[in-house]
């Protein structure tokens, strides 16, 4: 018997399927399916052949039998009784997502202002019109599977001129519908399950807004999620974006995030993985007005044999734009971390400001790291930098502490978090910020396997 090739099994999927896909989704993600179905056919899952996917074998990824509910069956759980998520007392507007679709009887006590609009994309296709697919059309293979099988997702809408005073939090739980479906009804039921969830945000002018988004597992399988975002900064407006994953080793990610930038416009993107098996995360950034700025960060504390890929482009098409980054990696055991960045500055964008590090430390000689800090500049007024390290704990530190009464262990644990610290500080949400630190000491501590109250995996 032949095996089919990811591509294959997927495309015969979507013909089989399209029907069903469509009469669970709305007309605005309908029409968009087949333009995403007909690339998806034409390019097929990238190999490591290509420069943007040379650390992440994601045709590996994606060849296991997945499991789908593209009958959209309703999964039997109730966030707020069976799940405390482990960043709490944070003051936030909190929301939930299983899997792909928004949870509506799961809505926050505490209002939003006027107009600002968090649900469900499908409920909202009126307002996702002239914003949904268009970063993310036509770009890569991921995407437009994403596009192909999306059903739902979730919409932040922030209308002109609102500042959203309360940062909203997003807990994104991954839970199989499988063990109360009826006999037969299930798409590919197996012992893995995949999920393809859309994220729309957009800032109108002079609107400012924070989101948090947490990521969750909530049973013991194999899951596989996409996860297409579209950040649409409008002029003046504002948008923090901070992504927290604690999942399982057995839990695949691959994420895209398309953020278009508009003049005077800021934003801040930082993704914080603590607890993985496999993580793809690829950022485009786009300035289409003079005057914007965006500081993208991230961090990444992995053990054992997980992987995390980060993957990032900034784009300068206009003069007077500053973008900043900074990722940092711990990795042990056999851990592999990879980063590629990439600032392009085209032609006529003078007066560009950018500056990329990416800092990274292996703390056992198995653990493996990749990076590739890129500048790609076609204007000669800039002031552009980019470097990278990567390095083990310093002896001396070690000796230093141990003379002072504090074990190797400690004095181990006690560097790795310093060397995080300095993404950290840059989140601006104090309480996140505040609970990160207390996070990553459970994590080198090896004490964060799961949230603290989760009933969901028992």
């Avoid at 759980?77 to 939930?96: E, I, M």
């Avoid at 499988?178 to 299930?186: N, R, W």
């Avoid at 965006?294 to 206009?318: F, M, R």
């Amino acid at each position: 018997m032949i095996t089919p090739t990811p591509d294959k099994q997927y495309i015969e999927l979507f013909q089989q399927a399209r029907d069903l896909i469509c009469q669970h989704s709305s007309d605005v993600m309908n029409a968009q399916r087949d333009d995403a179905f007909e690339q998806f056919k034409s390019k097929g899952f990238p190999t490591r052949k290509e420069e943007r996917y040379k650390y992440t074998n994601v045709q590996e990824l994606f060849a296991p039998d997945f499991g789908l509910n593209l009958n959209r069956f309703q999964i039997p759980v109730n966030p707020y009784d069976a799940f405390r998520c482990d960043v709490p007392n944070l003051s936030t507007s909190l929301y939930f997502v299983v899997n792909d679709g928004f949870y509506e009887d799961a809505l926050p006590k505490a209002s939003l202002p006027e107009g600002v609009i968090v649900g469900s994309l499908s409920k909202n296709a009126h307002l996702i019109g002239d914003y949904y697919n268009r970063l993310a059309a036509n770009d890569d293979a991921v995407s437009s599977l994403n596009t192909m099988l999306a059903q739902d997702g979730l919409l932040v809408y922030v209308p002109r001129g609102v500042v959203v005073d309360r940062a909203i939090q997003v807990i994104n739980i991954l839970k199989t519908p499988f063990a109360t479906l009826p006999s037969g009804e299930g798409q590919g039921v197996g012992a893995s399950f995949m999920v393809n969830r859309r994220v729309l945000v957009v800032a109108e002018e002079g609107s400012s807004v924070t989101l948090l988004f947490c990521d969750h597992t909530a049973d013991d399988l194999h899951f596989l999620t996409t996860q297409v975002t579209e950040v649409f900064a409008m002029p003046g407006s504002t948008v923090n974006l901070y992504c927290l994953e604690e999942t399982h080793v057995k839990n695949v990610r691959v994420s895209n995030v398309y953020v278009e930038q508009q003049a005077n416009s800021h934003v801040t993107h930082n993704v914080i993985t603590l607890h993985n098996g496999t993580t793809r995360n690829r950022l485009d950034l786009h300035f289409r007005g003079e005057g914007a700025e965006c500081w993208l960060g991230g961090c990444v504390i992995a053990d054992k044999q997980q992987h995390v890929d980060n993957n990032t482009l900034v784009v300068h098409h206009v003069p007077h734009c500053d973008s900043h980054e900074l990722y940092k990696y711990v990795l042990d055991n056999d851990a592999t971390g990879a980063f590629a960045g990439r600032v392009l500055v085209e032609h006529g964008a003078q007066q560009t400001s950018s500056e990329m590090r990416n800092q990274n430390l292996c703390a056992s000689r198995e653990a493996r790291m990749y990076t590739q800090p890129m500048l790609e500049i076609y204007a000669d007024d800039v002031k552009c930098s980019h470097g990278s390290t990567v390095g083990q704990l310093n002896d001396a530190a070690l000796f230093y502490m141990r003379q002072r009464g504090i074990t190797e262990r400690e004095a181990r644990l006690l560097l790795q978090q310093a060397f995080v610290t300095e993404v950290i500080d840059n989140i601006a949400l104090e309480p996140l910020r505040d609970r990160l630190r207390y996070l990553v000491d459970k994590r080198f501590r090896g004490e964060l396997s799961k949230c603290e109250g989760c009933k969901l995996c028992r």
